[in-house]
């Protein structure tokens, strides 16, 4: 069974940094392309950044400059780098990982930007 576990969210001034990590046990990571998606209140899900099993990524014109997704192989482990955090960046995170047509999702992490 797979799962994918994310932390390192919390509540960060705006102009603030922090890195999401998402550990993912029982299934294959190599071969997967991962992402992070967020979702705020009353707005839907949205792809925030990819990462390909190749390491090619990709990012939200919102977030392009600001988040820096990466991945660890040997860990099997996905993070978000985020920088110069705003308060329109606050959401929960979410990690997923896709192989073919299945997607896995993780429980998400919530990242507040308040002053």
């Known amino acids: 069974q797979v799962q994918l576990v994310e932390s390192g969210g919390g509540l960060v001034q705006p102009g603030g940094s922090l890195r999401l990590s998402c550990a993912v046990s029982?299934?294959?990571?190599?071969?997967?392309?991962m992402g992070w998606y967020r979702q705020a209140p009353g707005k839907q899900r949205e792809l925030v950044a990819a990462i390909t099993s190749g390491g090619s990524t990709n990012y939200a014109s919102s977030v392009k400059g600001r988040f820096t997704i990466s991945r660890d192989n040997a860990k099997n482990a996905v993070y978000l780098q985020i920088n110069s955090l705003k308060p329109e960046d606050t959401a929960v995170y979410y990690c997923?990982?896709?192989?073919?047509?299945?997607?896995?999702w993780g429980q998400g992490t919530q990242v507040t930007v308040s002053s």
């Open positions: 029982g299934g294959a990571f190599n071969v997967a392309a």
């Open positions: 997923n990982r896709r192989i073919g047509t299945r997607s896995d």
